[in-house]
């Protein structure tokens, strides 16, 4: 018998930015609220598969409306096992992932330029999706 193999394409319509930081998730979303004048709000945890039948959560924070979407990722799991899972484990350096869609209030530039200017933030940076093989983990 003749075996198919089932392909799906997405369309990924939107922007990574990876962010270094030693401030907690809470804190950091409203940091990020204050400055942005957005409503960064704590959603369910993300459960990621990976090999070998393990599952890990991840603490997230949402704002979205009909045209806007931001979401801040924590980019390691909410239980305690440094080194070994990450959410884009591509780039484990960064402490915090952003996802944005955001068609109507900011452009990627100034995004960029606002998140750079929260105290707390050391470090934020455009991640390319092109080659990167986690980009599946956004997918929800």
């Known amino acids: 018998m003749k075996k ?9 319509d939107f922007e990574l930015l990876g962010i270094i930081s030693t401030a907690k998730g809470y804190k950091l979303a409203w940091e990020i609220n204050q400055r942005l004048m957005i409503n960064l709000v704590k959603q369910p945890d993300l459960v990621v598969g990976f090999k070998k039948n393990a599952e890990k ?12 979407r931001l979401k801040l990722f924590k980019n390691k799991p909410s239980e305690n096992e440094p080194g070994k899972y990450f959410l884009i484990p591509e780039f484990p350096h960064f402490d915090f992932i952003i996802l ?18 929260i105290p707390s933030v050391q470090l934020v940076a455009a991640i390319p999706l092109e080659g990167l093989r986690s980009k599946s983990n956004f997918i929800f």
């Not at 959560?57 to 009909?66: D, G, I, K």
């Not at 944005?100 to 200017?117: D, G, T, V, Y």
């Open 57 to 68: 959560s991840f603490s997230f924070y949402a704002h979205e409306t009909v045209l806007n």
């Open 4 to 12: 198919s193999k089932l392909e799906i394409e997405y369309s990924f």
């Open 100 to 117: 944005a869609a955001m068609e109507e209030q900011f452009s990627h530039e100034r995004l960029l330029e606002m998140i750079k200017s």
